[in-house]
């Protein structure tokens, strides 16, 4: 899989949007981009996916580099219920086949 | 999405001794994992579940240690075998290919948390 690289961890005030930086420099052509989340004592989540346009769907945005060598996960509206360690993931063999690294901890203050 | 449900929730087991975990997925599926989040950690991929013949295991995971069964598209187990205290994890089952929903989303789990003693 190509290598992701994430802040350890992120504060972020409810309310406003948060935006969560994903730096995958070795992606190649037709790897994709995927995000996940994992609430505390819960299993992951799946939030979006992106292969070189911009996604968004109910839960988040996707916004990824031209040169498609970084991307930035944006909650538009922060809650506390989106307090959770977010995961960046690029897998090179199947898309199911995820290697998780060590994410980002976002913590959404009142 | 895929609903699923793991049994037991948690259990706390003597060291030498197997426990089996359940997964049931409220529809039929393409895909079954199996994963282990120790303490602190991110997630690592033990097993892809194969119905119909044995489970793939990912470099580091056995089948002796971790014997796991695919009897149908909707359910599948991982037995933790021979316990020890470095076994203590979370164990979670994902999904892919449910009806109607594209391999890209894969579903997890709420987990088995094992305490081994």
């Known amino acids: 899989d190509a290598k992701t690289t994430q802040p350890t961890s992120m504060d972020c005030a409810e309310g406003r949007a948060a935006n969560l930086p994903c730096n995958h420099s070795?992606?190649?052509?037709?790897?994709?981009v995927y995000w996940y989340r994992q609430i505390h004592s819960q299993g992951p989540q799946y939030i979006i996916h992106g292969l070189k346009n911009n996604e968004t769907n109910e839960m988040a945005s996707l916004i990824i580099t031209e040169d498609r060598k970084s991307s930035t996960l944006i909650l538009p509206h922060a809650t506390l219920r989106d307090t959770a360690v977010y995961y960046c993931?690029?897998?090179?063999?199947?898309?199911?086949?995820?290697?998780w690294g060590a994410g980002t901890k976002l913590i959404i203050k009142p | 999405s895929a609903v699923i449900s793991q049994k037991p929730s948690r259990d706390i087991c003597q060291r030498g001794t197997s426990l089996t975990i359940q997964c049931q997925v409220d529809s039929q599926v393409t895909m079954m994992f199996w994963y282990r989040q120790q303490p602190g950690q991110s997630l690592t991929l033990i097993a892809t579940?194969?119905?119909?013949?044995?489970?793939?295991?990912e470099s580091g995971f056995v089948i002796d240690k971790f014997p796991i069964s695919r009897p149908n598209l909707t359910f599948s187990t991982l037995t933790v075998s021979n316990m020890s205290p470095e076994d203590s994890s979370i164990y979670l089952c994902?999904?892919?290919?449910?009806?109607?929903?594209?391999?890209?989303?894969?579903?997890f789990g709420p987990g088995t948390r094992l305490t081994v003693l």
């Open positions: 579940a194969n119905q119909g013949s044995e489970a793939t295991y």
């Open positions: 994902s999904v892919v290919g449910a009806s109607g929903i594209s391999y890209n989303e894969q579903f």
């Open positions: 070795t992606i190649s052509g037709n790897e994709y």
């Open positions: 993931i690029v897998p090179s063999i199947r898309n199911y086949q995820l290697i």
